[in-house]
């Protein structure tokens, strides 16, 4: 596959990470996540990232023009010029529409968005079940990827700890957050075309192969 431009949607927990992953080492472009930017532009203290700090801060959505601000500047780089993998963005179709302006502008344009779905019923306990070490950050999961000795890091023997954000309360709250920003986005770039949709209620192999055969297609 040769460098070309997708985004990736999905819902929390259906894998997009993970898959993101495997399309860069295929295609040699960068995945681009807004959320990675955002904090490394406020650890650098520019002046973008003190403008978002202060949303951020406030626990409100950084504003879709400061957010297409910092894509605009990413894609600028050097490595995105083959292309890129765009990874949590967009969310809302606001979004969408900006950054189809913005690559109209800079002479781009989408190849597909690759949409992995996965019923909720798998979604909930994939997130629910994540378990971290706090001291050294090795993941596990309860069911998928248990530690030997129960909630006890293998590697450091630290007591496993749950993200806030993968209790099941938040979890659900997260899906209704996707379900009323994003999820109108698949008929959005269904319209235009670009939509390839992933069957992602399998082993990750399996996505792997069906959303290659997306960018493929």
Known sequence: MAGRNF?????????????AQRL???????????GDMLREERRLGTELGKKAAEYMDQ??????????????????????????ILDGFPRTLGQAEALDKMLAAKGRSLDAVIAIEVQRSVI?????????CPKCGAPYHVEFQPPKV???????????????DDTEAAVVKRLEAYDTMTAP??????GKGKLRRVDGNADVETVWKRVKEAASA
Not at 24 to 34: D, F, H, K, M, R
Not at 59 to 84: H, M, N, T
Not at 152 to 162: E, M, P, Y
């Open 7 to 19: 985004i990736l949607l999905g819902a929390p927990g259906a894998g997009k990470g993970t898959q």
């Open 24 to 34: 860069v080492e295929a295609l040699g472009v960068p995945q681009i996540s807004t």
């Open 59 to 84: 626990g409100k959505l950084v504003p879709d023009d400061l957010l297409i601000a910092l894509i605009a500047q990413r894609l600028e780089k050097p490595d995105a010029a083959k292309g890129f």
């Open 124 to 132: 909930v306990p994939r997130i629910t079940g994540r378990r971290s």
């Open 150 to 164: 129960a909630d006890v890091c293998d590697a450091c023997g630290t007591k496993l700890v749950q993200r806030p």
């Open 185 to 190: 986005l698949f008929a959005y770039y269904e």
